[in-house]
């Protein structure tokens, strides 16, 4: 069967006291997909949510979420997605089980409670008033309430921001279990390394603009990354066996295949019996390629 | 089911919460209770005195306990981003909204009918001569200021203002409907202040006569979907 397309959007704008936040954005989203929206702070990722969840209207181009528009049908839209904002009230006198249970009012054949608590590794928590709950697990509930009706479509906007590696990788774990089970989900971050392990597509926002979308994205997050290693005393940046860049003694190796290049570095340095200590070797980050985008932009030019 | 449950949360937060039943009973009771209870023992015709005065304390009640409690309700809850929140789930706006005016609407009923008996018992205000005219006009009074409180929190810039944006409004209420004493007004004005939804309540409630008010306070309902439709903020200004 042909999957169907969950989330399209074609030319979007938007701008907000006359600052132009979402200038011209189209993607796609297959059901049952994970996809996740990369980008820096500022760069419109959260105003690209807010138009896919139907809290702002576009200025210009087309959005459509299991074929309706968001805004013209949020009623249907919303019946249909779970929306996890970046910023959203919660309040603070209920307890986790309670806010869960007034939720659970809302939404039409929900989760029951406990699986829903269990979901986002609250159920310790249940009786804890929200107000006494850290950031990581403030986030946790809103995941828990964004799960409650079942969406086919989920919405996240950092989901994983302010948590502790552990909840991180929790949180992953609920993502790709309901990736498995259908649901198509889209979410922001600023962490490559988030996109690189969850994600099966992809797309690079920076002021407002795509990037780097779908394999390309993949293709340069793949390929960047770094050797770095305090020059040792004695050794000149050009007896290396490969090109390096020094600053402040700390040498530093841009390459397409930084295990190959720590590989070859090691045994030239053993060689020679000299240890190259502090040797790190790291994929490139975010900004690193965000460097490298915007240089074959130019180049492209 | 999701209205009323919209409304069950609105109840919820407010009865749960002490200081917010304390602080919005203990003044419009001690208002419509106490000056009424006043008037009955140092006025030479007490009863008529504190009938009267009663009968305008309802405009207090209404502008205190509907117009200024959903005020402060929404915005806060604007403010809060608990309003966008709950947007995020399969509520529609109207039951978001219809829930809160629901819910306050029955906070201001409660605290009519409380101080109706209140002023009966300790001031020997006669109970209404038309006890279904009387609900009849005080829940649609409760209904269309809590409507109109929930449009003017579009013109509240911050919560923390939301009180005294609303004082006015207060003020106005009372000097229209005799609750502050008799107040010379021009004849333009006290015909202009007549038209408001609070005036019309008291109205209805002292001279039996339904068919004017009601057409008021159904203008007002107009006014007050249109001015939601219009202008209503689910969200804080953005910087």
Redesign the interface.
């Given at each position: 069967m042909e999957r169907m397309t969950a989330i399209q959007v074609h030319g979007l704008r938007k701008s907000?006291?006359g600052f132009e936040a979402v200038r011209g954005i189209s993607f796609e989203v297959d059901e049952g997909e994970i996809f996740a929206l990369l980008g820096r702070n500022g760069a419109g990722k959260t105003t690209t949510v807010e138009m896919l969840?139907g809290?702002l209207r576009p200025d210009g181009g087309s959005v459509r979420v299991l074929g309706l528009d968001p805004w013209a049908d949020?009623?249907a839209v919303?019946?249909r997605t779970?929306?996890m904002?970046q910023?959203?009230?919660?309040?603070p006198?209920?307890t986790v089980a309670g806010t869960v249970d007034?939720?659970r009012?809302?939404?039409?054949a929900p989760r029951p409670r406990d699986e829903a608590l269990e979901l986002a590794g609250l159920t310790a928590r249940a009786r804890t008033r929200v107000r006494q709950l850290s950031g990581g697990e403030k986030r946790r509930l809103d995941l828990a309430?964004?799960l409650l009706?079942r969406p086919r479509v989920l919405f996240l906007d950092e989901p994983t921001t302010g948590l502790d590696p552990q909840a991180r990788a929790a949180t992953w774990e609920v993502v790709r279990g309901l990736a498995g089970q259908g649901t198509t989900i889209l979410l922001t971050t600023h962490y490559l390394e988030e996109a690189q392990r969850l994600a099966s597509a992809m797309a690079i926002m920076d002021e407002g603009r795509l990037v780097a979308s779908g394999g390309m994205a993949a293709t340069l997050a793949a390929r960047g990354g770094r050797v770095s290693f305090p020059l040792p005393a004695h050794v000149a940046a050009g007896d290396l066996p490969l090109p390096v860049t020094v600053a402040d003694g700390l040498a530093v190796c841009r390459t397409d295949d930084p295990d190959l290049a720590s590989q070859k570095l090691l045994t030239w340095a053993a060689e020679r019996g000299l240890r190259l200590e502090g040797l790190e070797v790291r994929a490139a980050t975010l900004e690193e390629l965000f460097l490298e985008s915007a240089g074959s932009a130019e180049e492209a030019r | 089911?999701?209205l009323?449950?919209?409304y069950?949360?609105g109840a919820?937060?407010f009865w749960?919460?002490k200081a917010m039943v304390f602080g919005s009973v203990v003044t419009p009771v001690g208002l419509a209770v106490g000056i009424p209870v006043l008037m009955r023992h140092v006025m030479p015709e007490g009863v008529a005195a504190a009938t009267t005065i009663f009968h305008g304390m309802l405009a207090l009640l209404l502008s205190i306990t509907a117009f200024m409690n959903i005020t402060v309700t929404l915005t806060a809850?604007r403010d809060?981003?608990?309003l966008?929140?709950?947007?995020?789930?399969?509520?529609?706006?109207g039951q978001i909204l219809l829930g809160q005016i629901a819910g306050t609407a029955t906070q201001a009923m409660a605290m009519i009918v409380l101080c109706t008996v209140a002023v009966r018992v300790l001031a020997d205000v006669p109970l209404p001569a038309d006890p279904l005219g009387f609900a009849a006009v005080t829940v649609a009074g409760s209904l269309v200021l809590s409507l109109l409180g929930a449009a003017y929190s579009a013109a509240v810039p911050r919560a923390e203002l939301a009180a005294p944006f609303t004082m006015p409004v207060f003020l106005l209420a009372g000097v229209s409907a005799g609750a502050m004493g008799p107040i010379p007004l021009p004849d333009r004005l006290g015909q202009a202040l007549d038209l408001l939804p609070t005036t019309a309540v008291v109205d209805a409630v002292r001279t039996g006569g339904l068919a004017g008010p009601f057409l008021v306070l159904a203008g007002w309902t107009v006014v007050g979907l249109a001015a939601v439709r219009l202008w209503f903020r689910w969200?804080p200004r953005?910087s």
């Open positions: 907000l006291r969840a809290f949020r009623a919303r019946a779970g929306v904002l910023e959203a009230g919660l309040f006198d209920l007034v939720w009012g809302f939404t039409a309430l964004a009706g | 089911m999701s009323t449950a919209a069950r949360l919820r937060l749960q919460d809850r809060q981003l608990i966008k929140r709950l947007r995020s789930t399969s509520l529609t706006d969200e953005r």
